[in-house]
């Protein structure tokens, strides 16, 4: 961070969005105009292990006057748990970032088309179907299965999709790769980037104060507090761990477009927090207004 960019940071900011290059409905640039409907000034696009989304985000952010982070939700798993690892202003070049995320969109294609396989001998749903409802080259997932299902009329939407059978315990599930949490963590921050927990106490509680220690040694610098998801008492260990070790803390939306309910703004991270985090990422350069 250059002197002086901290007094340049505006909020409201709401750094944890996404668009059509993963799981949202809204291009990137119109995940921007809405954010910016919100009344936000800075924002990040944090797709699912993409950084497709960050060219036409930017432009777009430039556009409405918003300052813009680079951002990115990278898929991790720990015995069987999913953990989504934000990561802000690394370089997309990094050889072990590319190789994460190449690796797992690659599976996340082989898992779709296996989940669509089997859930096709029990409702009339092909691939092309699903494939539609997924932009091109986007991060394929769920969400776009549950979409094609509810287009067919098998479920009301995905909260229905995924309650049933979309749901890890439906025989139609199929797991997809993800690195453990701390090859996560370090593949970002080795790459100049600042990785913080997406919604880290979300139904499934926290992650043990073992693996959590594990991660902050590998350079994990906080937590998103702010998120519907989130739930006590996890929340408050996490916020006491927090301000024990000063990390940083962001509140967000997860903003899906009409995939979710999640609103942009809904959740927002002071300017205290977004300057901490600018001054920490050395991968990329936010981009400002
Ligand atoms: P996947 O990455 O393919 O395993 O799918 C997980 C994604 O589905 C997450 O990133 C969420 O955005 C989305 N998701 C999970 N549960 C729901 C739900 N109940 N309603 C809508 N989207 C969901
Ligand atoms: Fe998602
Ligand atoms: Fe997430
Ligand atoms: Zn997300």
Redesign the pocket.
Known sequence: MEAGDEARVHGPSDLHL?SDH??GTDSPAAVMAAARGHGLRTVSLTD?DTTSGWDAAATAAASLVMTFLPGMELSARHEHRSVHVLGYLFDPAAAEVRALTDRIRDSRLTRARTMAERISRDYDITWDDIRAHAADGATI?R?HIADALAAKGHVRDREEAFADILHPQSPYYVTLYAPDPVTAVAAIADAGGVPIIAHPAGRGGILSPRVIGRMLDAGLAGFELGHRENREPGLGTLRALAEERDLIVTGSSDY?GSGKPNIPGENTTTDEMVARIIALGTGTAPRWP
């Open positions: 996404h993963s799981d699912h997932g969400p899906h």
